[in-house]
């Protein structure tokens, strides 16, 4: 149990250097203890430039091998007031469930089949009269992963938005598109089977089985999986004819007099990641755009907290009082207005730090658009990333990377 607990990092006062998992991108969450270390040195707010939240680099180099400073650097540290607490890591939002529990416990167990697909009662599926050929096939193709999801795709292709295009909350895989994914879930409860996802841990594996296994199973099964099937035709829909829902506007707008329209987003690959901010008022006329580079690649939903973070602090230093933050990330979005409580640990530090420095303007409105919507910011953040750029580009004059961008959207107003 205690290999799955480490400690989220507040104000660094409770967690011991050496004795406490701490960093939670490392075997373990602890650094390696060296053979002499100072005495003087023992919490992890020792590492610090003192009176700051600083990490003391220097000092770190000194105690560390260069990946643990690596790792180090790569922790959130809270800009306002927040005590250290542990986190359960099983769990999305770090909160210790039994079932998050069992379930590692279960997987430590020496496996009764070499794979779950060859545990799937495949002879009860195939003998289904009232199910179509078409969707048994589909509920093969499901079962061994022989779907063309983004996250597949993105291996052998670059540039690939790897997201959900249902939710476009994280990315995609069978078990998200197909129980996790919002929409699916809603689908799911709104249809005949009310059908209510509630372990955070289901995989389609465990879903089939159920359904197939149920008192009505040849029905239950038959209808469940058509609904799947119907989905993943309205995913490659989306995809292909892909058009702005009518929530939405079909072309980026600027803000109404008073505020200023801040556009956010990440980018990341395999060994980095950035964020990106631009500004612009209700003229249309570009006020400032930034950048923040890591050395360091990440889950898509931190670098995007990190982007409406950015955005935040665009205004913050603008001295604006009233400006609309828009991006991509609808989770990220949803976070910070309260609507879902959920919060992740990776990114809840970063998502405090937005809620506390809301207080400092008159009036902040986070918004989600979809990506065509928030071109200008994913062209800058791309530019950041593939240049390790972090810097900052105040009014008159733009970066040269996004000048067509910024015409374009003037021009479509």
Not at 208 to 225: E, H, Q
């Amino acid at each position: 149990m205690i290999d799955n607990i480490c400690w989220a990092i507040g104000d660094c006062t409770d967690i011991c250097i050496w004795e406490d998992p701490w960093i939670p991108t490392i075997r373990g969450f602890k650094p390696a203890t060296p053979q002499s270390r100072p005495l003087s040195i023992y919490r992890v707010c020792d590492l610090f430039y003192s009176g700051s939240k600083t990490w003391n680099l220097p000092l770190l180099q000194s105690m560390f091998t260069n990946f643990e400073v690596q790792e180090i650097q790569r922790i959130h540290i809270p800009s306002f007031h927040q005590k250290d607490r542990l986190l359960w890591i099983k769990t999305k939002n770090g909160e210790f469930t039994t079932k998050s529990f069992y379930k590692p416990v279960q997987d430590s167990l020496p496996s009764s089949s070499n794979c779950l697909v060859s545990s799937f009662p495949w002879t009860k599926m195939w003998s289904i009269n009232t199910c179509a050929p078409k969707i048994k096939m589909f509920a093969w193709r499901l079962l061994h992963g022989a779907l063309a999801i983004r996250t597949k795709i993105g291996r052998f292709v670059d540039n690939v938005n790897i997201h959900c295009p249902l939710c476009y909350l994280c990315p995609e895989s069978i078990d998200l598109l197909f129980i996790h994914c919002r929409v699916t879930q809603q689908t799911l409860f709104a249809s005949s089977l009310s059908y209510r996802v509630t372990d955070p841990h289901l995989t389609i594996h465990d879903l089939l089985i159920s359904w197939i296994n149920s008192p009505n199973g040849a029905d239950c099964f038959s209808y469940g999986v058509s609904l799947l099937w119907n989905l993943w035709k309205g995913r490659e829909s989306s995809i292909v004819h892909s058009t702005t829902t009518v929530s939405h506007p079909s072309q980026w707008l600027p803000p109404p007099l008073p505020y200023v329209k801040i556009n956010v987003d990440g980018a990341l690959n395999a060994r980095a990641s950035a964020c990106s901010a631009v500004a612009r008022d209700d003229q249309c006329v570009y006020k400032g755009c930034g950048t923040l580079f890591f050395s360091h690649t990440c889950d898509p939903i931190e670098v995007e907290a990190h982007a409406l973070f950015l955005g935040l602090q665009c205004a913050y230093w603008m001295e604006l009082t009233h400006c609309i933050i828009e991006g991509d990330a609808l989770s990220i979005v949803q976070y910070i207005q309260g609507l879902d409580v959920n919060i992740p640990w990776k990114i809840r530090s970063v998502i405090s730090d937005i809620q506390a420095l809301v207080f400092a303007f008159v009036d902040v409105k986070f918004v989600f658009v979809p990506l065509s919507l928030n071109f200008v910011a994913h062209e800058l953040a791309k530019f950041a990333l593939h240049n390790s750029v972090s810097d900052w580009w105040w009014s008159p004059t733009p970066p040269t990377c996004i000048l067509n961008s910024l015409k374009a959207d003037v021009l479509s107003v």
